[in-house]
């Protein structure tokens, strides 16, 4: 044919090259396992204000369990076996959530493959760093560790209504890494030696413990004004079971995650942070007391299921 394609071949070729793109994109050239059948991936995760909830989802085919840490926790299951174990969680101060450290420090993950995704709002630093020493430590080598920037839910710094007009091109990201674990990518995203530095500098400021990360007293750090209805929402929503109805009105105690997800998820915004001018955290108070989030693709629902402690 003197190198000429006819027609007929030509469309062969590029159906043949469509069908490759999407399978990658998602991920179906995943499904199959080594031995042959379909491979099966869970996705462990930890939410407060959904962004994590919606990229683990958006992570899943028909063959993926979700499930999410705080109910494990609750349960103490901590044994998990799958061709592929992922983890989303949201970054805290570049660390992990204190349970989400609590969890991989007694979990038992086997599994051929296992990544992690951690969210972020702004600046991630050397994030990636961390986790890999800290599953490390735990007994767990990640092959892909990778960050997702997303809306910054930390209200001491940003206001909820700007942030969530910013274009941070979350589709886009998300389909780069569906793609890097559908061809089980080996990979962590590097890390500069400014973003260490940059990381020392907080942990300097805000006098965390590096083997604690956020780990508060939600007594101290949040109050409920007479807005309140008592509608019973924040007991559901919190990973760690600090609220409850009273008849004196909602009380809280205990350790705390410092997710957020109590004062963003509260309908009547009747929770507010405490005012503390010597607290490096929240010497500035809020940005907008009036703004709070929850990812537009995740319901209350979803978040009570993820979180509640009952
Ligand atoms: C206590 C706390 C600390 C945070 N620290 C950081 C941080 O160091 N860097 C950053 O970019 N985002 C930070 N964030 C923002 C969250 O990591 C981000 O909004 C995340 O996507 C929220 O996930 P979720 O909706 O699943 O809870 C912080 C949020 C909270 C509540
Ligand atoms: S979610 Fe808000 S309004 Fe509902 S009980 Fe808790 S503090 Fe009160
Ligand atoms: S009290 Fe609020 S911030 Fe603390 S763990 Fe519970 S939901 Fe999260």
Known sequence: ???????????????????????????????????????KRTILYFTATGNCLYVARELSDANTELLSIPQL??????????????????????????????FIQKARLKADYKFAVLTYGARKCNAVEIWDDISRRAGHAFDYI?????????L????????????????EHLQQIAADLAAQKHWHEPVSEEERQMHAGFMAYAG?????????????????????????????VCPRGNYELTSQGVKMQGDCE????????????????????????????EVNP??????EHI???????????F
């Open 1 to 39: 044919m003197n190198g000429k394609m006819t027609r007929r071949e030509a469309l062969k070729r590029l159906s043949a090259t469509l069908i490759t793109t999407a399978a990658a994109f998602s991920g179906l050239s995943a499904l199959t396992s080594c031995k042959g059948g379909r491979r």
């Open 73 to 102: 926790m609750k349960q103490q299951r901590f044994d998990i076996e799958a061709d592929e174990i992922g983890i989303v969680y949201p970054i805290y101060g570049h660390m992990p959530p204190n349970m989400v450290r609590r």
């Open 146 to 154: 990778n960050t997702l920037i997303m809306v910054d839910n930390w």
């Open 156 to 171: 001491p710094n940003f206001d909820m209504n700007e942030q969530m007009k910013i274009d941070k091109h979350i589709p």
């Open 208 to 236: 965390l413990n590096p083997e604690k990360g956020f780990l508060m007293d939600s007594k101290k750090y949040f109050t409920v004004t007479d807005a309140c209805i008592g509608c019973g929402i924040c007991a559901s």
């Open 258 to 285: 410092f997710c957020l997800s109590c004062i963003h998820n509260c309908p009547q915004k009747a929770i507010r942070f405490a005012k503390n001018e010597h607290d490096p955290l929240l010497g500035r108070g």
């Open 290 to 295: 009036d703004a709070r989030y929850r990812n």
């Open 299 to 309: 319901s209350l629902m979803d978040i009570k299921r993820a979180n509640s402690q």
